[in-house]
């Protein structure tokens, strides 16, 4: 438990060739720093690795990073993947160089939300903290 709710398992994933990844190396700080577990793939994920590794490691969220704008169809691989393997709890967020038109089709396709440059660290973590729960109850 972390002074603002329940501490969750969170992975932070670089699906494609995009590789910039200061942006979720900084997210993954923060999240760490406001008490969760956190998990960074590191760079060319495929949504497959995003996905296994997720289920492997019980994730509670799973933060996605797109710079190289294969984001149309690679957030809603993953979302995909996630339905067919039955983790479709685990609620999947985005972030990166994402136009903003391309924001209300992605949430249509299941993701919860979309973080764009200039978003605080605080503003994502509070996000975290008010719309991800922990998959199961801790023992």
Do not use: C
């Not at 603002?4 to 997210?27: E, F, M, S, T, Y």
């Not at 956190?38 to 019980?58: C, F, K, N, S, W």
């Not at 764009?116 to 509070?126: D, K």
């Amino acid at each position: 438990m972390t002074e603002n709710g329940p501490r969750l398992r969170l992975l932070i994933g670089k699906v494609g060739l995009d590789g910039h990844d200061r942006g979720a190396k900084i997210i993954a700080r923060a999240l760490r720093d406001a008490g969760h577990e956190v998990i960074y793939t590191g760079l060319h994920r495929t949504p497959e690795q995003v996905v296994e590794t997720a289920i492997q490691e019980d994730v509670d969220g799973i933060g996605l990073s797109s710079l190289s704008g294969a984001h149309m169809t690679l957030f809603p691989k993953v979302l995909r993947l996630l339905r067919e393997r039955g983790a479709d709890d685990i609620v999947v967020f985005g972030g990166g160089i994402i136009p903003e038109e391309d924001i209300e089709p992605l949430e249509k396709e299941g993701i919860a939300a979309i973080f764009r440059p200039g978003t605080s660290t605080e503003e994502l973590v509070r996000w975290v903290r008010e719309n991800i729960r922990p998959r199961h109850a801790e023992a």
